[in-house]
């Protein structure tokens, strides 16, 4: 299993960026959707022991799940949840968000845990697709 780490920085305030998470009209805008497909479902329990739910309905492999729960939420510095796509992995991973301040904005730190070595150079590129679909989203 690996850890890997992806960072952008927004010219936004942290507490801006750490809602949009949070935020289920924000988030299905950037959160798991492919350019291809559509987010069908976008459901957030924004507490401690809450979970998240999206689906992204891909033209090529119909809907794909995306799920997991919340461990900690500390607005607006860290965010850590638990992930899993259970079409693609059984598995349960961990992901961490760490918002700085930074000039101009805040830069986000994510760190994915437990990600099978068959997944790294493309779950890589899927976070800094994200990470890149919430500048945008704001």
Do not use: N
């Not at 750490?18 to 988030?27: C, E, H, Y």
Request: glycine letters at 8%; one cysteine or more; aromatic letters at 10%.
């Amino acid at each position: 299993m690996a850890e890997l780490k992806v960072s952008h920085r927004y010219p936004f305030p942290a507490e801006r960026v750490f809602d949009a998470w949070l935020d289920p009209k924000t988030a299905r805008r950037f959160l798991f959707a492919t350019p291809d497909g559509e987010i069908v479902r976008a459901e957030i329990d924004a507490r401690v022991g809450g979970r998240f739910v999206f689906v992204d309905r891909r033209p090529d492999t119909g809907d794909v799940l995306h799920e997991g729960e919340y461990e900690e939420i500390d607005r607006p510095h860290r965010l850590v949840f638990t992930f899993a796509v259970p079409q693609y992995d059984p598995g349960l991973t961990r992901v961490a968000l760490d918002f700085a301040a930074v000039d101009g904005g805040c830069e986000v730190t994510l760190t994915h845990e437990g990600v099978l070595e068959d997944w790294v150079a493309q779950t890589v590129q899927g976070w800094t697709t994200i990470l890149a679909g919430l500048q945008r989203a704001l």
